[in-house]
């Protein structure tokens, strides 16, 4: 059964054109992460929630801006998306900072 | 200079060998994570360890503190193995997560 689910899997976007993505959880934990992983690098965080107190990486851009309204979803929204934001994002779960991740199949996002 | 180094980059072994990525890191941590990912992006978590040694079928991994050095082990390793190996640490101030830049590694048959 799936646990973490991403959709949609694969998005094309315009560039400068406004695109969400989306993560849900069936394990009903507390944290929840999001990832950019560009090709043959290691993932990135961009930011994670604890509940609903929400974490920003220093170095993440103000393009990328999150949303969690309730514990089994979260958003990653590009607000005006660059040719350098085509990566996979991945979103992830665990139960508690510091225990074990739980990664969704991610979205691979493609910026024309 | 990145806060997490893994060595090697790259490894191919025979079907069978025993097989160790190294990862050393500079930042104090609460836990060390190895991460497995197959070409297509799927991550799966295989161990978070915060001390000692954890074992799960084929894998080991293990971790010294003081020497801010863990090891991932696979014995008997079969060409299914094959795929990037990433290790990431949790920060033990700032909820900062720090990620290596992955062993790929390939097992010939």
């Known amino acids: 059964d799936a646990m973490v689910i991403q959709n949609p899997r694969y998005q094309v976007t315009q560039f400068g054109k406004p695109v969400t993505l989306s993560c849900s959880q069936t394990?009903?934990?507390?944290?929840m992460y999001w990832y950019q992983q560009k090709s043959s690098q290691a993932p990135k965080l961009l930011f994670h929630?604890?509940?609903?107190?929400?974490?920003n990486e220093a170095d993440t851009p103000d393009n990328f801006q999150s949303r969690r309204p309730n514990t089994s979803f979260c958003f990653l929204d590009i607000r005006s998306p660059g040719l350098g934001d085509a990566a996979m994002y991945l979103c992830?779960?665990?139960?508690?900072?510091?225990?074990?991740?739980?990664f969704g199949p991610g979205t691979r996002l493609l910026v024309l | 200079k990145n806060e997490v180094e893994q060595s090697p980059q790259n490894l191919t072994a025979q079907e069978g060998e025993f097989i160790t990525i190294n990862c050393s890191y500079s930042v104090g941590i609460s836990a060390l994570h190895w991460l497995q990912q197959h070409p297509g992006g799927g991550i799966v978590s295989l161990f978070m360890l915060s001390s000692g040694k954890k074992k799960h079928g084929r894998l080991i991994a293990t971790i010294n503190i003081q020497e801010k050095h863990s090891s991932l082990h696979i014995t008997a390793s079969h060409p299914r193995d094959s795929a990037v190996y990433i290790c990431a640490v949790s920060a033990n101030t700032g909820n900062q997560f720090y990620f290596g830049t992955g062993t790929s590694l390939t097992v010939i048959p």
């Open positions: 394990l009903n934990h507390n944290v």
């Open positions: 929630y604890y509940d609903k107190d929400f974490n």
């Open positions: 992830a779960t665990s139960r508690e900072r510091d225990e074990t991740q739980y």
